[in-house]
């Protein structure tokens, strides 16, 4: 079992792995990697510091304040791409069934 100094070195690293996979348009591992970087995260109680330079800074209202490692604008794509491609399945994407309740304008 990885103690907290290897799992932070993890994080680290799936940082790069995000990088590559949003690089060679492999969305879905992109989100999966992001996904699961942020509960790690979580789940260890990274320091606030960590998060921040992994995650970035978000303001009140959701605004840029620094970009991290997982640079905002690429999560967003690799969960736009990951939206458009359950498009045959709505049911299976949150912003899909967000947008169809009429929560998320276009």
Do not use: T, W
């Amino acid at each position: 079992m990885l103690d907290n100094r290897e799992m932070e070195r993890k994080l680290y690293e799936m940082a790069a792995i995000f990088k590559s996979h949003i690089s060679a348009k492999r969305y879905p591992q992109a989100k999966y990697c992001y996904d699961k970087a942020r509960l790690l995260a979580v789940e260890i109680e990274l320091e606030e510091e960590k998060k921040e330079e992994l995650f970035g800074i978000r303001g009140k209202r959701g605004e840029i304040i620094k970009d991290g490692l997982f640079k905002e604008e690429l999560v967003q794509k690799a969960y736009m791409e990951c939206c458009v491609k359950a498009k045959d399945s709505p049911m299976n994407c949150i912003l899909c069934q967000e947008q169809l309740r009429g929560v998320v304008k276009k």
